[in-house]
């Protein structure tokens, strides 16, 4: 990599998967010899305790969409530290857009993470107004790479599919009071949103429930947002009677040491681009059964390191569940099978590697 003064853009800092990625790509950037920053742009949040010392710090707190002070604020800092690469993560393309027209001119990539995708009609017009500026973009999805390249007629040299990376945790310490018993807890970490599908997962629950009583779901992620969907969720425990099987912990900073305490990985998704907590599952050494959507099926190698159901289908779900449940040597076999994957296929060594061609080609591009 050359030498490279780097700025991650990033709406805030949720312990959710964009937010995780720009973290880690900050640190890794820093970590190899480079200047490197991350600016938030409307509020930070519980990563920013993973943030690298060395990372350069910026917070605009924007309260509205468009704000032109924001945007000053930003052209000032880049201009400041002579920032030569934005690296804009989803949502913030448009003001790294905006800010690459003035002085000193830094390149674009943009990270498009978009779990969403194929669940609503994106605005392609907006993003082809925001793709003028862009000299790469990285999808961390090969549909989102083919949609870059359909929809927004960029050059198809110029679209990166990097699969997501996992940086391995330094907390060793266990996790206590975790609800359940060994040999029965099985992890689901996914916001609560409606794409994760949560209500399949419970569904699911009450079949597995009545084949396996111990069986015990904890469910972590952040709870803001769409209240309406926490309270259905919540209604669905009640009247599925699975208040004594299920338990919701919210947004935790041991989440590692949690999955190092349960025995299954777990995500029912609608929509997936590349979930981060199928490789945290991998590095913990789950068995993980999950939905066959975005590039899950990849990271599991095709069903091979795991198991695939479709999405919205809660009795093969709880088939896959029980069947886990009851074998603790497959469990033992899968778990494995997804760790050595994730360890060679997902790591930060090959993260760096693979972001250190496109800053490299950017810049080549963007000589004048």
Known sequence: MKSLRVLQIVDCLNAAGK?????NLANLVQGAGNQSYLCTTRMDGPLE??????????????????????????????????????????TSLWIAALASIFPPYPAVVWHDHDGLFGLYKRPELR??????????????????????QTKLHMPAERIWYLPNFVCPSQNTLEASNVPGISGARIACVAAFRRQKDHVTLLRAMALVVQKVPT???????????DQ????????????????????????????????????????????EAFP?????YGLAGLPSIVTRVGQC?????????????????????????????????????LGEGLKHQVEEFYSTKRALKDISKVYDRVLEVDKP
């Not at 937010?19 to 973290?23: I, K, Q, Y």
């Not at 095709?302 to 040597?329: C, F, M, W």
């Open 215 to 225: 069986a015990h779901l904890l469910l972590l992620g952040a709870t803001r947002g």
């Open 127 to 148: 993003y082809r107004l925001g793709a003028i500026r862009l000299k790469a973009i990285i999808a961390v999805s090969q549909s989102l790479a083919e949609w870059a």
């Open 228 to 271: 309406e969907y926490l309270d259905l969720i919540l209604e669905t425990i009640a009247n599925l009677n699975l208040t004594k099987n299920v338990s919701l912990l919210g947004e935790r900073q041991d989440v590692n040491a949690i999955l190092r305490a349960c025995n299954i990985g777990v995500l029912s998704s609608a929509g």
């Open 297 to 333: 099926a990849e990271i599991l190698d095709e069903g091979r390191v795991g198991l695939l159901v479709p999405p919205g289908s809660p009795d093969q779900l709880a088939e896959g569940l029980i069947g886990l449940l009851n074998s603790p040597t497959r469990r033992a076999t």
């Open 276 to 280: 981060l907590a199928l490789l945290e």
């Open 49 to 90: 305790t993973q943030i690298d010392d060395n990372v350069g710090r910026l917070r605009l707190a924007r309260r509205r969409r468009y704000e032109i002070s924001a945007l000053y604020r930003l052209i000032a800092y880049i201009q400041k530290h002579e920032i030569n690469i934005l690296h804009a993560h989803d």
């Open 19 to 23: 937010e995780r990625v720009a973290v």
